[in-house]
Nanobody, 123 residues
Framework: QMRLVESGGGLVQAGGSLRLSCAAS????????MGWFRQAPGKERDIVAG???????YYADSVKGRFTISRDNAKSMVYLQMNSLKPEDTAVYYC?????????????????WGQGTQVTVSS
């Protein structure tokens, strides 16, 4: 069992930055693949970025060059640095973990989820 707790969301003006953090419980954190997803009202939950157990990364086209995902296995943490934020980045952001250690675009491929943190970007 793994528990995920996100933090770092908030209200920011367009062009600003936020850093999301996800604290994970569990002694085998390093073997998990981690993802950040987001869901805006009335829309599906989509992957934003992922990082595998081998520290390979993936970014959605909409955030490439602006967002950076990283992990600290010693602290059981995963981060999402978000720069040059746009109003269309407004959503609830979720941290997710999968036992396979890979990166998957489908939310159904993830075994554990956090409760989400709201990010609002004003224009």
């Amino acid at each position: 069992q793994m528990r995920l707790v996100e933090s770092g969301g908030g209200l920011v003006q367009a062009g600003g930055s936020l850093r999301l953090s996800c604290a994970a419980s569990g002694r085998t954190f390093g073997s998990y693949g981690m993802g950040w997803f987001r869901q805006a009202p009335g829309k599906e939950r989509d992957i934003v970025a992922g990082i595998g157990s081998g520290v390979n990364t993936y970014y959605a086209d909409s955030v490439k060059g602006r967002f950076t995902i990283s992990r600290d296995n010693a602290k059981s943490m995963v981060y999402l640095q978000m720069n040059s934020l746009k109003p269309e980045d407004t959503a609830v952001y979720y941290c997710a973990a999968n036992r396979n250690g890979g990166i998957y675009a489908s939310p159904g491929s993830y075994d554990y989820w956090g409760q989400g943190t709201q990010v609002t970007v004003s224009s």
